[in-house]
């Protein structure tokens, strides 16, 4: 993370806050008793912003400045709603695709996802607010600039955004290998939402529970599962090969 993707001290996150700055996460030091600093986790806390209570050393490393016990790390994008994408995607084709990702944790895999799923039409990517990789000068860089063109949606929760997409009439279709249906007899030929899971604990059963479909990637070796942004790529290809027949 470059140390041009932060803000730092209380004045100046207070008054990002209030200009309604995009921020992807907050460090705050830990067992600090600044009546300052919890004014300001309750103001993020009421914005959905994730907050890390950290030692006063790792602030020292995220910057060379004098940080009041916080900062902030910014957002290089401007995100969209969910209803805005969605309605603008049902709109101008029949067969809109749309990219779930449910806490995916790690920022280079975020960026490669970002980067795929531009190349395979994408209408827009929905992560939760809070728990997610923040889009950083990583993301950016791993995307190769397409999250530049990527429509992103941050919403509170995950189960909303699914319930949303199926009363819009899209299926959503999660990606499981708790699934005996493989992605090869599954039909993307319809309005389709697909369904990605953590790097380590793939897609909370809370979110299986409530999905359309479930289909898995056939696994010919001895390990269990692949690189989610592998595993995204190989789901958005067969969406496209697909589509094309």
Known sequence: MSKKDNIFGIYPILEAIKANTELDKVYIQKDSENDKLATIATELENKHVTINYVPVEKLNRLTNGNHQGVVAIT?????????????????AKKTPLFLVLDQISDVRNFGAIIRTAECTGVDAIIVQKKGGAPVSGDTVKTSAGAIFKMPICK???????????????????????????????????????????????????????????????????????????????????????????
């Open 75 to 91: 957002s290089p994008v401007s995100f969209v709603s969910l209803e805005e994408v969605v309605e603008k995607a049902l709109e």
């Open 155 to 245: 919403v509170d929760h995950i189960k909303d955004a699914i319930y949303y997409l199926q009363g819009s009439g899209i299926k959503t279709v999660a990606a499981t290998e708790k699934s005996e249906k493989d992605l090869y007899n599954t039909s993307f030929n319809e309005p389709i939402a697909i369904v990605m899971g953590s790097e380590g604990k793939g897609i909370s059963n809370s979110v299986l529970k409530l999905v359309d479909e479930q289909a898995s990637l056939p696994l010919l070796g001895e390990i269990n599962s692949l690189n989610v942004s592998v595993a995204c790529g190989a789901f958005l290809y067969e969406v496209v090969r697909q589509r094309s027949l």
